[in-house]
């Protein structure tokens, strides 16, 4: 069996980037930091950017594709989103256009080995997309930016053995906190972020499901914080079986998390 990892390199409103290695294969989720910051990430792990097989793109807001107008310009991995974040990433980066390889949200190909199977998310950007990603005898999860979490997404994860999933805001830090209503309003809609109630629901599923290890992910800063993130979940997953849970921080990991067990994890926060 092969041995695959994920290491988060930027978490939350000021960039989003994950890292995903299975065997030789090395693939981004988002690209929501600079270049230069990924570039050092990326050498803590033995890799260039060049090594990628490819950027695997959930949505165009900037916190996700920070990157991108430089990226283009020196590297030629591969881009892939859905056709409706394509069309918008290409009106903000028109370099990206010849790098970008669309596919329609829900379709599911291959990359460097790799099974990428996407689904539409319920989120504020044009088809915005999460994935599931299969290798090394390892299903792995990545479900952020999404205002609910649907039935049809919580089935599509029930099997992974690895999730990160978002737990973005606390209700009551929100309701309270300095964002302006229509702000509020947005965050917490239908088409916002998922809470840490509404995260710790699904997780709960999850974990009945055979889930062993959660990495939340997407904290706000002004309404949240990991300690309340992580106390959510564990209350929530408490005696339902035996899962791991990491808090992916702001910025970069100390250490990967394994997605086998056999691995060896830190716990974040």
Not at 26 to 47: C, F, K, M, Q
Not at 74 to 97: C, D, N, Q
Not at 163 to 181: A, F, I, Q, R
């Amino acid at each position: 069996m092969k041995e695959c990892y994920y290491y988060s390199i930027g978490s939350g409103s000021s960039g989003n980037c994950g890292l995903y290695v299975c065997g030789n294969t090395a693939v981004l989720i988002d690209l929501g930091v600079s270049v230069r910051r990924l570039t050092a990430a990326l050498r803590r792990r033995g890799l260039e950017i060049d090594s990628l097989a490819g950027v695997l793109i959930t949505h165009e807001h900037q916190d996700h594709i920070k990157g991108l107008a430089t990226y283009v310009k020196k590297h030629r991995a591969p881009l892939y989103a859905s056709r409706g974040a394509a069309e918008a990433i290409v009106r903000k980066v028109p370099a990206a256009a010849e790098l970008l390889h669309p596919f329609w949200g829900g379709e599911t190909f291959t990359l460097g080995g790799l099974q990428i199977e996407s689904f539409l998310t319920p989120h504020d950007s044009p088809e915005s997309v999460g994935y599931l990603i299969r290798g090394g005898g390892e299903v792995f999860g990545y479900a952020t930016d999404l205002g609910f979490m649907p039935a049809a997404i919580r089935s599509r994860l029930i099997g992974c053995g690895t999730v990160v999933l978002e737990s973005n805001h606390d209700l009551t830090m929100l309701e309270t906190g300095p964002y302006p209503y229509i702000l509020k309003q947005r965050v917490g809609g239908p088409r916002g972020h998922l809470s840490n109630v509404d995260c710790a629901a699904c997780a709960a599923a999850l974990v009945r499901s055979g889930t062993k290890t959660l990495i939340l992910a997407h904290l706000s800063e002004e309404n949240n914080t990991p300690a309340l993130a992580r106390q959510e979940t564990e209350r929530a997953i408490a005696g339902l079986g035996r899962c791991k849970v990491f808090v992916a921080p702001k910025d970069e990991m100390d250490e990967p998390v394994w997605l086998s067990e056999e691995g060896q994890c830190s716990l974040f926060a």
